[in-house]
T-cell receptor, first 114, second 108 residues
Framework: EAQVTQNPRYLITVTGKKLTVTCSQN?????MSWYRQDPGLGLRQIYY???????DKGDVPEGYKVSRKEKRNFPLILESPSPNQTSLYFC?????????????FGDGTRLSIL | LAKTTQPISMDSYEGQEVNITCSHN???????ITWYQQFPSQGPRFIIQ???TKVTNEVASLFIPADRKSSTLSLPRVSLSDTAVYYC?????????FGKGTTLSVSS
C-alpha cells in the first residue's frame, strides 16, 4: 500500500529545543516536500526536494532545515523552535514535478511550541 | 507558476451538483490543471487533473475551455461528506503554492 508516514503525529515542546519531524515514503518517488498549514493562510510550502541531495526553499523556509540523504526519507528539522512555528505540518511526495504530477500527502504532524 | 483565483466559499445542499470555477489567465502551454480536496486535519487528496476539454473520473469532472484560462470542477450530487476545502493548482514549477482554496459547505 502506498504510504507517506510522518512521525510524530502530535508534539508539544518548548522554545529552543531542537526537534525533527520524519517523513518516509514507500512509492520510490523522487519529489518530496514539506508544507505548513495555518488558519486563514492555507498550505504554504517550506522546502522541497527533487532527488537525493537536491533540496530547495519553498515559500516559507525561515527557521527550518531539511536533508535528503536517501530517496525514501525527507526529515524536517527545527533547530531552535519558536512559538510562531506552531502549526500543522504535511509531508508530500510525487513521482515527478508538481503540480503536473499528483502529490500524495501524509496524515500531518501537529506541533505546539510553548 | 500561474496565479489562480477561486471563490473563497460556496454553499450547497445534498444531492445538488456543485461547480467550482478557477481562473488562471497566465497558464502556460505545458501546464496541467490539478484539483485537490482537503478535510479538516487531513492532508490534501488528489481529485482530478486535466490539460484541455473534459476529464471525468469516479469522483468529479473537470471542464477546461479551449483558451484554458479557467477550469471548472464539477461535483455531481454532493453529499455531506463532500464538505471540504478544494484547491486548484496550475503550473509546472518545482515550488508549489496551494493558496486558500474554496471552502464548500454541504447542508442537508
Amino acid at each position: 500500500e502506498a504510504q507517506v508516514t510522518q512521525n510524530p503525529r502530535y508534539l508539544i515542546t518548548v522554545t529552543g529545543k531542537k526537534l525533527t519531524v520524519t517523513c518516509s515514503q514507500n512509492m520510490n518517488h523522487e519529489y518530496m516536500s514539506w508544507y505548513r498549514q495555518d488558519p486563514g493562510l492555507g498550505l504554504r510550502q517550506i522546502y522541497y526536494s527533487m532527488n537525493v541531495e537536491v533540496t530547495d526553499k519553498g515559500d516559507v523556509p525561515e527557521g527550518y532545515k531539511v536533508s535528503r540523504k536517501e530517496k525514501r526519507n525527507f526529515p524536517l528539522i527545527l533547530e531552535s523552535p519558536s512559538p510562531n512555528q506552531t502549526s500543522l505540518y504535511f509531508c508530500a511526495t510525487s513521482a515527478g514535478p508538481f503540480p503536473n504530477q499528483p502529490q500524495h500527502f501524509g496524515d500531518g504532524t501537529r506541533l505546539s511550541i510553548l | 507558476l500561474a496565479k489562480t483565483t477561486q471563490p473563497i466559499s460556496m454553499d450547497s445542499y445534498e444531492g445538488q451538483e456543485v461547480n467550482i470555477t478557477c481562473s488562471h489567465n497566465n497558464i502556460a502551454t505545458n501546464d496541467y490543471i490539478t484539483w485537490y480536496q482537503q478535510f479538516p486535519s487531513q492532508g490534501p487528496r488528489f481529485i482530478i487533473q486535466g490539460y484541455k476539454t473534459k476529464v471525468t473520473n469516479e469522483v468529479a469532472s473537470l471542464f477546461i475551455p479551449a483558451d484554458r484560462k479557467s477550469s471548472t470542477l464539477s461535483l455531481p450530487r454532493v453529499s455531506l461528506s463532500d464538505t471540504a476545502v478544494y484547491y486548484c493548482l496550475v503550473g509546472a514549477a518545482a515550488a508549489l503554492i496551494f493558496g486558500k482554496g474554496t471552502t464548500l459547505s454541504v447542508s442537508s
